[in-house]
């Protein structure tokens, strides 16, 4: 057996949030992905040359990703993400270049998407060849943060019982390289074939987790523990838990949305630890099960509740915790957030909103992608 790693976990305020955007770079007259995320990187940067903080760099040059601080509410990081957005905006524009928001994109073609030109992604497409490659896809990742490092695994194991939940309303990617997959979230899949990728395992003590960090490092897996890639995962650096469940969103709204159900979760869950309660769990293959189930249908899903092996259509489970964190949310000062979940259940998910513009346009994926652009600039579903 290998040395474990420390991983030490950094001191973190109580349910302070961050959230990061993985947005697409698209054609405005083709639709189609542009590989433009260097120039666009290279023109917001400080005076100093030094790389702006809240834009970044993704693994493909179609993508960058933008991110708000550490913030204390849901509105808060919006605005962050607000800013971030507008300045890339300014950039794009005169290079006729629109951003959308979607777990894939509805036609373009893997194969053709160029790799940004860093060692680390360089090594993971070495390792990884046809599959690294097929990795055009992108998400939406919710940072919570963790006050006592002795509550992060419980609460991640109590994050598998609601996954489904979070992957349904997000899910946003049911094309493929021009084709309709049948699934709500196709990326979900993709994206699992990556080395320590997908759901993570369900320990008990950190020192499991070190232990699995250092076997990982010793066989040459990884080289640090962010390159473990799980759905949701402890981020020691941070010292937050860190959902990476949601799909690339459409719109503003739909990842404060999103955000906020997340960010509820994690203090709901908390809260039944300070007070002594067990937290719900899941056997691992009804986790397996729930995961394939929300991809496949979306929010037609029936997902597993309990350990019992209970099931409930995945709307009533989404209107019965809206009931429950309700009162959470106020705490959080999301409430309004919060409530914008209702939107989606309005409104559909983005991969039904999707679906419905191909039918209404006898399957022309162009204009799925310019019914994205439309929702991206307009802040909220249309």
Known sequence: MAAPVPLPFAVSERSTIGIEWEVA????????????????????????????????????????????????????AAADLQVA?????????????????????????????KVTDKQRYATLIDRTQWWGRQMLIYGVHVHVGIEDRAKVLPLSRAMLTVFGTIQSLSASSPFWAGADTGYASNRALIFQQLPTAGLPPQFDQWSQLEQYVGDMVHTGVIDQVDEVRWDIRPSPRFGTLEMRIADGAANLLEVTAISALTHCFVEHFSELLDRGEPLPTLQPWFVQENKWRSARYGMDAILITDAAGDEELVTDSVTRWLEVLAPVAERLG???????????????????????????????????????????????PL
């Open 25 to 76: 770079l698209v054609d405005a007259d083709s639709g189609d992905l542009r590989q433009a995320a260097q120039t666009i990187l290279q023109a917001v940067r400080a005076e100093d040359g030094s790389d702006h903080p809240n834009i970044s760099q993704e693994l493909l040059l179609n993508t960058i990703e933008v991110q708000s601080g550490k913030c204390r509410t849901v509105a808060e």
């Open 85 to 113: 957005l507008d300045q890339v905006r300014r950039v794009a524009e005169p290079l006729r270049i629109e951003l959308m928001g979607s777990g894939t994109h509805p036609f373009a073609h893997w194969a053709t998407q």
């Open 334 to 380: 999301c409430g309004a957030e919060l409530e914008q979940v209702r939107t989606i259940l309005r409104r559909g998910a983005s991969y039904q909103r999707q679906r419905a513009v191909a039918r209404r346009n006898a399957g022309d994926l162009g204009a799925v992608v310019r019914a994205l652009v439309e929702e991206f600039r307009a802040g909220r």
